[in-house]
């Protein structure tokens, strides 16, 4: 998570669960088995099994996470802004390969990668994708301990988690939760995404951290936070991480291809426009045209309102994200837009985004 440009969303997960264990009366016991013994010994036990497990889960997860330290370079709507960035990343890799967060990197000019132990590594970024807000980085290291993927697909409600991070850029620390939810859509800067939830405290700089199981797997990549408050009353507890299943995947194809194969693009950028812009109806707005792309030979302009698409009432971003994400390279859907106060049908073959560090769609 960014701590100085960006207000950067982080999650934590962990639950530690301690117990004891009573041991039922061996009278009880014999009376239900028939048996009526009137000499009999009671002992009370007190276990600490599962903290055991919490402990080992984090010994072997914790040199996997390293501190990641960025120069960034951003332009707002005036000026060119620079500062620095802090977050988390995962070693994916004993050769010394990084998963993160896009928004931790994005902008980036600098970064640096710190393990466990203090050592310091240049990074270099293999790729990153703002679609997915996954990230990979390289640094030149050998022999390095790594995360083992678990299968996210297999997380339950319930289940125990541990997330290890970078918060507010102090170094490596631990929080520990339970998972609060799985399959979870959440719009993150108009990204429809599906999450895992957690009710781990979570700080700045815990984006692109690990959500490790009780088994010291890895299960999500850290990268949002609920905190705001409604009516006065602050919300706290709800932490999200990219499903490991899902991290792995696009890790995979940013390190193989450099972009994430076989996603469908209609090749325009796109610009809300509110109540408030005079001379312009609120809407999704077309801005540019990719040069070569399918909007640009399916006729589509720049300034055209999208309305509908595929067949579903189009306001804003989110709703052509997800619409995008439901369809495939080669689909041939319908847009309607407005064009100089007219209505326009027009039929749009979808190409293949290739462009990983932007949300053009």
Do not use: W
């Not at 709800?238 to 890790?251: F, V, W």
């Not at 067949?311 to 847009?335: F, H, N, P, Q, R």
């Amino acid at each position: 998570m960014k701590t100085t440009i960006k207000n950067l969303c982080i999650i934590f997960l962990v639950a530690l669960l301690g117990g004891f264990v009573g041991t039922l009366g061996a009278s009880e016991l014999n009376k239900a088995n028939g048996n009526y013994n009137s000499t009999y010994n009671t002992q009370t036990v007190y276990t600490n099994k599962e903290s055991s497990d919490v402990k080992s889960a984090i010994q072997k997860a914790y040199d996997t996470v390293v501190r990641i330290e960025c120069s960034i370079s951003e332009q707002d709507f005036f000026n060119q802004v620079t500062g620095t960035s802090s977050g988390s990343g995962v070693i994916i890799s004993a050769d010394g390969y990084i998963i993160t967060n896009h928004h931790v990197i994005g902008g980036a000019t600098d970064i640096k990668v710190y393990l466990t132990d203090n050592t310091e590594y240049e990074a270099t970024i293999i790729g990153s994708d703002e679609k997915s807000d996954i990230a990979v980085l390289k640094i030149d290291a050998k022999n390095l301990d790594y995360a083992e993927f678990a299968d996210s697909d297999a997380v339950e409600v319930g289940d125990d988690a541990i997330a290890i991070g970078n918060p507010l850029g102090s170094g490596i620390s631990v929080t520990t939760g339970i998972i609060s939810a799985t399959h979870k859509q959440i719009v993150i800067n108009n990204e429809s995404m599906n999450l895992l939830q957690t009710n781990a405290q979570i700080n700045s700089g815990n984006s692109g951290g690990g959500l490790f199981n009780i088994s010291g797997q890895l299960i999500g990549i850290v990268n949002a936070k609920t905190s705001s408050s409604n009516n006065g009353v602050t919300v706290e507890g709800l932490g999200y991480a990219i499903p490991s299943n899902t991290a792995k995947n696009i890790a995979d194809a940013l390190i193989n291809d450099g972009y994430v194969k076989d996603r469908p693009t209609l090749g325009v950028t796109v610009t809300e426009v509110g109540n408030n812009m005079q001379g312009f109806d609120a809407g999704l707005y077309i801005t540019d045209i990719t040069e070569d792309s399918a909007a640009q030979k399916a006729g589509l302009q720049a300034y055209d309102r999208i309305i509908e698409f595929n067949g579903v009432e189009i306001s804003g971003y989110t709703d052509l994200s997800a619409e995008l994400s439901k369809l495939s390279v080669g689909d041939v859907i319908e847009m309607v837009v407005i064009r100089n106060n007219q209505e326009a049908k027009i039929n749009i073959t979808l190409g293949e985004a290739t462009n990983t560090g932007t949300s053009a769609n």
